[in-house]
């Protein structure tokens, strides 16, 4: 059964730091990977979509890295702003099908100005 | 990604009354949704999952009686807690099911509180 993990579970840090979110999975086996946002009360926002045989996506100042093999992701946030505070969740889609994602608890993210 | 419409936002029900969750694809055909639940500072657990046109599908311990839901067409999803007691009061959200190159969508959620 897929085990997805996310460490650290909360995050503090001041404004303009550059800092690192790490996912990981136990079976590698998947299909793509996906990072979204969550503010407290709100739905879910899609930040990144990584499939299988990529390595890494980038948009503005976030960029997603996935080493499939090692069944491990990592979220890393340039420059970060008070806005960027919020739950980051990771989520691993086994196949191809609409299949349910299976999600990670989350790194709830507090960035101090 | 598709534009999913989520109604109420927030409501707040007397317990033994039911309450009914909208979940709307604007712009997606979503032959399957997904349901979520969602407890303070937890991760999403998948409740359901629903088929345009057929019954749906409910995870292990998820009451079908209770969580009543209903896919009767490629844009509307609705999920209905019936008889709700203090114990249903959490965060619902939906999903339709997964766009070519873009992934998972979700709803922008029900938070719900049974008094």
């Known amino acids: 059964k897929q085990e997805v993990t996310q460490i650290p579970a909360a995050l503090s840090v001041p404004e303009g730091e550059n800092l690192v979110l790490n996912c990981s999975f136990t079976?590698?086996?998947?299909?793509?990977l996906q990072w979204f946002r969550q503010d407290p009360g709100k739905g879910l926002t899609s930040l990144l979509l990584?499939?299988?045989?990529?390595r890494e996506q980038t948009s503005g100042r976030l960029n997603a890295s996935l080493d499939k093999s090692s069944g491990r992701s990592t979220l890393y946030i340039a420059a970060s702003q008070p806005g960027d505070s919020a739950t980051y969740l990771c989520?691993?889609?086994?196949?191809?099908?609409?299949?349910?994602?299976?999600f990670g608890k989350g790194t709830r993210l507090s960035v101090i100005a | 990604g598709a534009v999913v419409s989520q109604h109420p936002s927030r409501v707040i029900c007397k317990s033994g009354t039911s309450v009914k969750i909208e979940c709307r694809s604007l712009?997606?055909?979503?032959?399957?949704m997904f349901w979520y639940r969602q407890f303070p500072k937890k991760s999403l657990m998948l409740m359901a999952t629903?088929?345009?046109?057929?019954?749906?599908?409910?995870e292990q311990g998820v009451e079908k009686d209770k969580f009543l839901i209903n896919h009767a067409s490629l844009t509307l999803s609705t999920l209905t807690v019936t008889s709700a007691h203090p114990e249903d009061s959490s965060f619902y959200i939906c999903?339709?099911?997964?766009?070519?190159?873009?992934?998972?969508?979700f709803g922008s959620g029900t938070r719900l509180t049974v008094v």
């Open positions: 989520a691993v889609s086994p196949d191809s099908g609409n299949t349910p994602l299976v």
């Open positions: 079976d590698s086996a998947i299909y793509n």
């Open positions: 990584i499939q299988s045989s990529q």
């Open positions: 712009d997606f055909q979503a032959t399957t």
């Open positions: 629903s088929n345009e046109g057929s019954k749906a599908t409910y």
């Open positions: 999903s339709p099911g997964r766009e070519p190159n873009y992934g998972y969508t």
